[in-house]
């Protein structure tokens, strides 16, 4: 996605979309806020991230740890607490897929798994679900791009 002045970053605490850098630096007190600046401050909840594209830390970091794997589960109960994916398809009872349809669980959705225990909760956009094992187990996934 790009907004007017650049490519606009996505905020993993609130899920807005926002162009970085401008004033928000200033805002939040940042003290590197005359241009070299290597942190991302969310405009609506103030969370800060490093800008992996200018931080030097963060180029460290992947040097010393390495790339891992993306995830790979078939299914929402093999999902990382965390882990964003995309739902591929539904199986089960129909009972079952009418029920999550009407809950905004489709193919194409992305789901992000919150929680695995006791129960798994999820979140749909501004959504929180929670289902138990067996309809986990329904929900089959790929996975989604990086966040």
Do not use: W
């Amino acid at each position: 996605m790009t907004g007017p002045t650049g490519p606009l970053v996505n905020c993993p605490l609130c899920g807005l979309d926002y162009a970085p850098g401008g004033d928000t630096c200033k805002e939040h007190g940042c003290p590197l806020s005359f241009g070299t600046c290597a942190t991302r401050h969310c405009p609506r909840c103030g969370y800060t991230i490093p800008d992996e594209e200018r931080s030097v830390a963060v180029r460290l970091a992947r040097k010393l740890l390495g790339r891992r794997e993306p995830l790979i589960a078939e299914s929402l109960a093999q999902l990382p607490a965390g882990a964003r994916a995309v739902v591929s398809r539904l199986q089960g009872d129909p009972e079952l897929l009418s029920r999550l349809t009407a809950q905004g669980i489709a193919p194409g959705v992305t789901v992000h798994l919150v929680q695995r225990s006791p129960t798994y909760v999820i979140e749909i956009g501004e959504t929180t679900i929670a289902v138990e094992r067996r309809v986990a187990e329904a929900i089959r996934l790929r996975p989604d791009g990086p966040r």
